[in-house]
């Protein structure tokens, strides 16, 4: 059996694995270590072995990613959230769908210190869900805004998985984040309107409350300027080229801690758990790292990869529909995996692909990084999509009398939002590369 066919075999059998839930960390290793016995036999390996976990993890760029994790829980369990509620509430509570719409950019706003999609909607969702089934919102409307709000967590930088993205795509973190701005907040405004259409279809799904005074506004965004204050700190030192990502994340984790704690919510009790949850997460993304650099070396002497994206390319597909059956796939994929899995056991084999297209006349780097923010958009609509939707399972879990298919039909809008947003990026990369072109 050849090398490719070889490939072909193990990765049926990564998914094999994945489908009896084995933990991807696990599946990727013992697929990669299969494989790579199968085609170059024990010694090989073994000598590659001794070194992989050393070189992986002493590389600088990835101190980012407990950093970002210590900094979303420091947020998470540190009360910011619900002065993001408030001031947005204040501002514009007032209005049909106002609470929802304020939901979503709490969520906006937050994610912008968090960098977790299911920490944004479980720490909005118990902010915002008890106001607005108070204010007698309807079940799909308070479900789904939070829902779909919890996926800018990733999409508002920083961002995790982008992280991972820039170490397996081999591109700078730094410029990812910048590109990621425009394209998070184009969500936030796609979503927006999606609130004030759908109220307007069903007027009784989200009443206006009474309308706050100037002086009420004012007090309330006194609980904003903590987030405002990191937000600017972290992002313009990256954007402004005044610290590399690691240093922007220490930076953030530090003043977002000195905030949990001076506000009143952080106890030691409470920093023992932060501590423990970033190192659990920690440990688990580490894993799953040294898992895909067993499963990528595999994959490298299989030659798979090559394969199929010289197999496309020479079939004269055009480059529009080759991204747009990989966009779909990730949809599907989406349905029923989570989005650090999607990210490490696709690109190793999308990315070649897509390199080997022409796209508007982008070069390698601009089209990696196009390429990058398209693959996180889509994927992370999984996380609202059933019959996985995980953070429509974290908030409908906070109203257990909430039925799934009121959750997952509240949804459905913000999934409009996000198709025509895809699309939108697609047909005009420009949007995507606009910051990155200005900044760099």
Known sequence: MSSVALGGLFLAFLLALLSIRIPIAIAMLLTGIGGYVSISGWDPLLNYLKTVAYARYTVYDLSVIPLFLLMGQFASRGGLATGLFRAAAAMVGHWRGGLAISAIGSCAAFGAVCGSSVATA??????????????????????????????????????VVLVIYAILAQQNISTLFMAAFVPGILAVIGYMIAIAIYVRLFPDSGPAQERSSWKQRLQAQQGVWPVLLIFLVVLGGIY??????????????????F?????GKMRLAEFKEVLLGTGVTT?????????????????????????????ISGAGLPPFLVLAGIL???LILGCVMDTMSMILLTIPIFFPVIMGLDFYGLDQTEKAIWFGILALMVVE????????????????????????????RGIVPFLISDIVRVLILVLFPSITLCLVRWLT
């Not at 402004?240 to 801690?257: L, M, R, S, Y």
């Open 283 to 311: 440990a688990m993304i580490f894993m799953i790292l040294l898992g895909a650099d067993v499963m990528n070396a595999f994959l490298a002497i299989s030659q798979l990869p090559n394969f199929i994206a010289e197999t």
């Open 122 to 159: 479980a720490t909005m969702g118990q902010v915002a869900l008890p106001e607005l089934r108070r204010y007698k919102y309807s079940n799909s409307l308070a479900v789904g805004c939070l829902a779909a709000g919890g996926t800018l967590g990733i999409l508002i930088p920083p961002s």
């Open 259 to 263: 905030f949990a704690f001076t506000l």
């Open 381 to 408: 609509i999984g996380m609202v999509t059933p019959p996985l939707g995980m953070n429509v399972y974290v908030i409908a879990g906070m109203a257990r009398d909430i039925p799934m298919s009121d959750a997952f």
């Open 328 to 330: 779909v796939l990730y």
């Open 240 to 257: 402004g080229g005044w610290f590399t990502p690691t240093e922007a994340a220490a930076i953030g984790t530090v003043g977002t801690g």
